[in-house]
């Protein structure tokens, strides 16, 4: 019966008489006789396709004819159909990437939305190229239409990606913050379509290698510099918080030891390789890296990663908590590293040093680095010996012998012996200074003074009338004194 009806419904579109309902039929019964021969000689043969082409391509995608499927479906411009017939049924991921490349940015962003976990799974590399491509001419689209239409860079963010398919073809979105009236008809507009890097990330959910070698071409076309190596004089807001978002995601990746596939393939023909926490700490002294402190800290602590602290701490210039980090390392290379690099500005970091190297009298170079702590203090004079001492032996973990710090205490003796010594001196000299002032003002007192000066000791002419006589023994023309006469102006 199928035979017979497949061959009247073919007569009926042979007389032209066939409806739309008549070539499903035909089509279903191509499929259900397995006639491959004659249901492509049909599609292939048809001029005006008066059927339902998404019913023809389920019905062919229902019975196994995939072939039959995508010729349809290429051949009307099906193309998620297209690509669920490559990626779901077929799972040729490589053709439908290579059908994804010849669309729009807008359409690709939304097909990767649905097949891009696939397509990693099979074909991570590829992949991960194409939407770096998506990714960097996104970016690149919004920040010029910012610019171009003077578009505030919240507006041209996550509420407003552009679509990139050719100049001035563009799309608005209703929500957006723009007013509709003041753009021309072809004036260049916002479409949500093309995925953002932050939205891309999620794709990438069961691939975090490859995130990292997502992230890691971005950053190094886009960011390796800076903001200024975008080429466009700035970013706008919402490549902003996507450079942030780059920087710090790589961080978290490189800290839980996750290792990007191409440094894999380029480490396989060197000698060299580096870590993952080696690259994470490579990527916190880099000075154009956009990464928040708050969480890069917390990244680093949960990650017990005492190297990145140690780096986030210099960029902050905290050197007091630095040394708290050394110390609570045990690390005494570093402690005394820094020790030399800002002792000489912060005196004050050799207190916590010294209660340090009092505590722990084990390391091999633990008394150099006592002695070197004492000189210091000694010399800067930051803390007193009482205090020195309560430090080294002050508590019962102290290890310090009195032969250590024997030179210390025998130079603070001498000094303090010497101090003794000049403060008598001093007292005996103001005391006799005092005994001859002393006698001084009582001859003034009780005694007459005869004043044989006879030169005035301003202008040293001979004195003449009127003139002033001082106690002191000066002697001046009144002409001389001018209004000056209760002070002698030389003993003043």
Known sequence: RLVNLASYLQELHTAGMATSDHTTLLLNCYTKLRDEERLNQFIHTQEDYQFDVDTAIYVCRQAGFYDQALYLADKFSKTEMYLKLKVEDQNDIRSALEYMRKLSDADVSTYMSEFGRRCLASLPQETTEL???????????????????????????????????GPGHRSIQSGDDLDLRALSVSAPTLSTSILSLRRIQHLFADQPAWLAAFLERVITSRWQKGASSSGSGGLIQDEENDMKSAWNTLLELYLCGVESPLHELASSSSTSKQTPKERALELLCNPHAN????????????????????????????????????????????IRKLLGAHGEKQPELYIKALHYFARNTQSTDNEQSLTECLTTIEKYNIMSPLRVLQALGGSEKSGVTLGTVRGYIMRQIEATTARVKDNERVIEAYTKEYALHHEQMEDL??????????KCTSCMAPLDLPSVHFLCKHSYHQRCLGDVSDICPKCQ
């Open 131 to 165: 939407l770096v491509e998506v990714c960097i001419r996104g970016m690149d689209a919004r920040l010029r239409f910012a610019k171009e239409n003077d578009v505030p860079g919240s507006v041209a963010g996550e509420n407003g990606r552009l679509d990139t398919e």
């Open 291 to 334: 990464i928040d402190w708050d969480r890069a800290y917390i990244l680093c602590a949960s990650n017990n990663f005492t190297e990145g602290i140690a780096a986030l701490y210099e960029q902050q210039g905290d050197v007091p908590a630095l040394l708290e980090l050394y110390i609570d390392n045990d690390d005494v290379q570093n």
């Open 445 to 454: 007192k009780l005694k007459p003074v005869v004043f044989q000066s006879t």
